[in-house]
């Protein structure tokens, strides 16, 4: 009986959806005297056999004091001009991750969030770490915080 519980879980393994993934670098400046901004380049991968597309991507900063500040999304189509008149951000690695992207089947993607917080850049940079968090269509979700430090 054991066995085929057992057998029936690994042929529906697949069929179970994850992403798997960890953020590789950040980029942080300041905008404004109150404003900063954070890029994130990460990698996901989709282990499973289901594509994952995504639906809603959100991007928090835990501060030092453990307060979690959300940040507000740029937009795939103003990341040319971030980073054109903010050059200490450097050049865009990866395309931008955006609703309705698409991780395939046993895939893996490079891509980048970039995300605005109403905090100084020294708070930001003093901060407990970044969150990205990532909804697909059906519900399923990815989270992965980045440390600063």
């Known amino acids: 009986m054991a066995a085929v519980i057992s057998g029936v879980f690994w042929s529906t393994k697949g ?4 992403l798997q993934g960890q953020v590789l670098k950040a980029r942080t400046g300041a905008l404004a005297e109150e404003d900063s901004i954070a890029v994130l380049d990460f990698r996901l991968q989709n282990p499973s056999d289901v594509r994952f597309v995504v639906r809603l991507v959100k991007v928090t900063l835990e501060k030092a004091d453990g307060q979690k500040v959300d940040g507000a999304l740029v937009s795939k189509t103003d990341m040319k001009q971030l980073f054109q008149f903010n050059r200490f951000l450097g050049s865009p690695y990866n395309q931008a991750l955006s609703i309705r992207d698409e991780i395939p089947p046993h895939g893996q993607v490079d891509r980048m969030v ?7 850049q020294q708070q930001l940079e003093a901060s407990k770490g970044i969150q990205l968090w990532v909804q697909d269509l059906d519900g399923a979700e990815f989270e992965t915080t980045y440390k600063l430090k």
Do not use: E, I
Not at 15 to 18: E, K
Not at 114 to 120: G, L
């Open 15 to 18: 069929s179970h959806l994850q």
């Open 114 to 120: 970039a995300a605005r917080f109403d905090v100084p």
